[in-house]
């Protein structure tokens, strides 16, 4: 056994309880009543930074919640990695469905249940024990090392960006590094190298100035709901295309190569179908596969809808006002803004006559397309391969990370996604867990990069 994995066994009961102290703070970004939560969170991994060697540890405010900066920089002829992750997490509802209480850690079967075990505490949590344990072990890294942390991934890091660009001399740094996605499969690594960007708008459709007798106008006037209807199925056609003027415009197709590969990867749709209780698996773009419609092609997606009556009994009422939310997955090279007015125009041109349409534009975050070839992914190819015996597979996660691009293009380096989660962990569902089996191989999969790109 080398060096490194000796120190890893002997210090793993002691990584996992500080893991789990980790997981018993509710970091939920989105909800005003855990902002103490999330401060203290930071505080936590400051601290933890600060324990292990880490220096100029800076928690730093925000008008939201605050981002981590630390580093460790004496290899004066090594690359400089900066790694990222969010330490903020999900709501936990419906609570019911938890079989142990998201924020009381739980190990069964070898996997860590709690919310943010592996959105994304626990993966990032693995970078800061392989930093410990190379520090410990040589009393120095073989690279330099840059942690730039944040509590709110899962809101849009709204801050974020603003932070990359006011501080790009303190970020500088030849690779930044994230695990924040999945493996392919158990004991299958991957490195994903396209993430989809996201948009999201609500609006109001108004008709009367107030609500009606059903009996006294039903069938003279127009009703609310019924125009809603008839405006949200405008957005698709019959083939399931997206149907707002020009959402296609820019969108990268997949090279022949990509296509094949991902072919030849294959894709149990069956087991799927199993898992989810469904009998077919048919949204979006009749005219392409189930794997290519989640993860290269664009969306857009009717995430709520209410209006008139819900309560208890019959109401017999013509609603004068319906909502609905929408948001789309983007892929390169869609711009989220633009495709946002797109929308927008399209709701306000299709609006029904006899009602209007208020529009409000939500949070926006761009997709990420990287060069499989590039030097840094080939180094985290090769570490894969050294700790799980496997070369990873090269795939397009579905789900946004939209600081990613961010990274990408203010700070003008390569990024580099080593999940090591796996599909099915249940991320901002109810029973979230991580396979205990990655957190240790991450943290070796992680040392042995390091120490790759040290040359
Ligand atoms: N870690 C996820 C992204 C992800 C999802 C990676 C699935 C791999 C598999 C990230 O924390 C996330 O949930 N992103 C949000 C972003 C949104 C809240 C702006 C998403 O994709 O919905
Ligand atoms: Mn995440
Ligand atoms: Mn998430």
Not at 266 to 271: A, T
Request: some cysteine; hydrophobic content about 35%.
């Amino acid at each position: 056994m080398s060096q490194l994995s000796e120190f890893l066994a002997n210090h793993h009961q002691q990584n996992i309880e500080e893991l789990k102290e980790l997981l018993r703070i509710p970091s939920i970004s989105a909800l005003s009543h855990h902002k103490e939560d999330v401060q203290k969170t930071a505080s936590w991994i400051a601290g933890k930074l600060e324990d292990i060697g880490m220096e100029h540890v800076e928690v730093i405010q925000t008008k939201g919640h605050p981002i981590i900066y630390a580093d460790w920089l004496h290899q004066n002829n090594a690359p400089t990695v900066l790694v990222y992750g969010h330490y903020d997490v999900q709501p936990v509802d419906p609570l019911n469905l938890w079989e142990t209480p998201p924020f009381e850690p739980t190990i069964r079967d070898e996997k860590i249940f709690a919310r943010g075990a592996t959105d994304d505490k626990g993966q990032l949590f693995l970078h800061i024990k392989a930093v410990e344990a190379l520090l410990k072990l040589n009393n120095k890294l073989p690279v330099n090392v840059k942690f730039c942390i944040e509590g709110e991934e899962e809101i849009g890091s709204p801050h974020l960006p603003q932070f990359l660009s006011e501080n790009k001399e303190r970020l500088a740094c030849d690779v930044v590094i994230i695990s924040d996605s999945d493996m392919w499969d158990k004991g299958v690594p991957a490195i994903t190298y396209s993430l989809r960007g996201l948009c999201a708008l609500e609006f109001t459709l108004r008709t009367a100035n107030t609500d009606l007798h059903s009996g006294s106008y039903g069938g003279g006037v127009q009703n609310a709901n019924h125009l809603m209807v008839q405006l949200l199925s405008s957005l698709h056609d019959a083939t399931g295309k997206v149907n707002v003027a020009h959402f296609y415009d820019d969108v990268v197709e997949l090279t022949e190569f990509e296509r094949e590969q991902m072919k030849a990867l294959g894709f149990d749709e069956e087991k799927l179908k199993q898992s989810l209780g469904l009998t077919n698996l048919t949204g979006g773009e009749k005219d392409y596969p189930f794997s290519e419609r989640v993860s290269s092609r664009p969306t857009l997606e009717i995430n709520g809808m209410w209006g008139g009556f819900q309560g208890e009994g019959t109401k017999t009422v013509i609603p004068n006002e319906a909502h609905a939310k929408i948001s789309c997955r983007l892929v390169n090279n869609q711009q989220p803004e633009a495709i946002q007015g797109l929308i927008q125009k399209h709701l306000e041109e299709h609006a029904p006559k006899g009602c209007t349409v208020q529009v409000t534009l939500q949070d926006t975050g761009n997709p990420f397309l990287t060069p499989v070839d590039s030097p840094m992914i080939q180094k985290a190819a090769e570490a894969y391969q050294n700790v799980y015996g496997k070369s990873p597979v090269y795939k397009r996660e579905g789900g946004s990370i939209p600081i990613v691009s961010d990274f990408n293009h203010i700070l003008d380096v390569p990024v580099v996604l080593m999940g090591f989660g796996l599909p099915g962990e249940n991320l901002h569902a109810p029973n979230e867990h991580f396979h205990l089996e990655n957190f240790d191989k991450g943290i070796l999969t992680i040392c042995d990069f390091f120490e790759r790109i040290e040359k």
